[in-house]
């Protein structure tokens, strides 16, 4: 039988509150029953390419010092395109949309204000993660006094479409823009998925010890973002591999303290927030809240990015399903 993705989000709407939301609770349950299988591990592990395991923010803004508006690629996958992105007071977009994806930012300097069909426009700063629905026009533009800096995520390879009242954008590599119709049918928000999420004040400050009973930013048939917080620990044992994942990659933007990131073939990875973390699809990752860089614990979070929220995980036959 085909579902509607009307009728799929609202199964995996019916599964997130199975779940209870707890992230991976799948994986994590200690009374779930463990299976055991036979699963592909590719026997060459898939090359990083021109990502990086960890993107430094201070690394990217050196290399940016003294320009007004750069953009700096981060991730590129046949998924994904995430780049970082600076802009300047005045500086504004089309009013625009995407036709079969989201798109997603972390605002992390400066201030824009985002104005997204049949919601109230708003300005976004800091810690705000904001995300618009395929179908749906927005427009943003950096206000303020100060230029604006947002990490941006798209669908690869998939350009976005622009409102016909405005003149024909430029053409892209491979593609021309030709003036189509096409029934009105905006994706619009629901109970998982809102406009935005402001981390610093609806996150860190509502309870400062604790993770969001409302940790999903992102949930649907093709995307799962999702805030992952918690106290740091001491380094597990290089024993606990954590998992890997079959075909799909998997990245991590660090919003708060530090986290630590083993991942098969290249070792440990201590990310700081700003930082973003990436892994190929095949290799054993595993991620955890790290101690301070005074060794005491304090709250971390890393924002997960998956292509669904039933992202098969592999873990070794000795570790029971559990990281």
């Given at each position: 039988?085909?579902?509607?993705?009307?009728?799929?989000?609202?199964?995996?709407?019916?599964?997130?509150?199975?779940?209870?939301?707890?992230?991976?609770a799948?994986?994590?349950?200690?009374n779930?029953?463990?299976?055991y299988?036979?699963?592909p591990?590719?026997?060459?592990?898939?090359?990083?390419?021109d990502?990086?395991?960890?993107?430094?923010?201070?690394?990217?803004?050196?290399?940016?010092?003294?320009?007004?508006?750069?953009s700096?690629?981060?991730?590129?996958?046949?998924?994904?395109?995430?780049?970082?992105?600076?802009a300047?007071?005045?500086?504004?977009?089309?009013?625009?949309?995407?036709?079969?994806?989201?798109?997603?930012?972390?605002?992390?300097?400066g201030?824009?204000?985002?104005?997204?069909?049949?919601?109230?426009?708003?300005?976004?700063?800091?810690?705000?993660?904001?995300?618009?629905?395929q179908?749906t026009?927005?427009?943003?533009?950096t206000?303020g006094?100060?230029?604006?800096?947002?990490?941006?995520?798209?669908?690869?390879?998939?350009?976005?479409?622009?409102?016909?009242?405005?003149p024909?954008?430029?053409?892209?590599p491979?593609?021309?823009?030709?003036?189509?119709?096409t029934?009105?049918?905006?994706?619009?928000?629901?109970?998982?998925?809102?406009?935005?999420?402001?981390?610093?004040?609806?996150?860190?400050?509502?309870?400062?010890?604790?993770?969001?009973?409302?940790?999903?930013?992102?949930?649907?048939?093709?995307?799962?973002?999702?805030?992952?917080?918690?106290?740091?620990?001491?380094?597990?044992?290089?024993?606990?591999?954590?998992?890997?994942?079959i075909?799909?990659?998997?990245?991590?933007?660090i919003?708060?303290?530090?986290?630590?990131f083993?991942i098969?073939?290249?070792g440990?990875?201590?990310?700081?927030?700003?930082?973003?973390?990436f892994?190929?699809?095949?290799?054993f990752?595993?991620?955890?809240?790290?101690?301070?860089?005074?060794?005491?614990?304090?709250?971390a979070?890393?924002?997960?990015?998956?292509?669904?929220?039933?992202?098969?995980?592999?873990?070794?036959?000795?570790?029971?399903?559990?990281?």
């Amino acid at each position: 039988m085909a579902f509607s993705k009307t009728k799929t989000r609202a199964c995996l709407a019916a599964l997130a509150g199975m779940m209870c939301l707890a992230p991976l609770a799948l994986a994590q349950d200690a009374n779930a029953p463990v299976w055991y299988a036979w699963s592909p591990k590719p026997d060459v592990l898939p090359a990083y390419g021109d990502n990086r395991p960890v993107t430094r923010l201070p690394a990217v803004l050196a290399k940016h010092r003294g320009q007004k508006r750069w953009s700096e690629q981060v991730i590129a996958t046949k998924r994904y395109d995430a780049k970082w992105i600076q802009a300047q007071p005045g500086d504004k977009s089309p009013n625009m949309y995407w036709a079969d994806d989201r798109i997603f930012w972390v605002v992390w300097g400066g201030q824009i204000r985002f104005s997204i069909d049949g919601q109230q426009p708003f300005i976004a700063s800091k810690g705000f993660l904001v995300q618009v629905p395929q179908r749906t026009r927005y427009a943003m533009e950096t206000v303020g006094d100060g230029p604006s800096l947002r990490f941006e995520v798209t669908h690869a390879g998939i350009p976005p479409l622009y409102s016909g009242d405005q003149p024909r954008p430029a053409n892209v590599p491979g593609a021309h823009y030709m003036k189509i119709s096409t029934p009105t049918a905006p994706e619009g928000y629901d109970e998982l998925n809102r406009p935005y999420v402001d981390f610093l004040k609806d996150v860190v400050a509502a309870d400062p010890l604790h993770a969001p009973k409302r940790h999903f930013v992102v949930h649907d048939e093709a995307n799962l973002v999702n805030i992952i917080r918690g106290m740091g620990v001491p380094t597990p044992p290089d024993s606990n591999r954590g998992h890997f994942h079959i075909g799909d990659d998997e990245f991590w933007f660090i919003l708060e303290g530090r986290c630590d990131f083993l991942i098969e073939d290249t070792g440990l990875v201590t990310a700081d927030a700003g930082d973003i973390v990436f892994v190929p699809p095949g290799r054993f990752h595993r991620a955890s809240w790290a101690l301070g860089k005074d060794g005491k614990p304090a709250m971390a979070t890393r924002l997960s990015f998956n292509v669904s929220p039933l992202l098969f995980h592999n873990f070794a036959a000795d570790a029971a399903g559990r990281q």
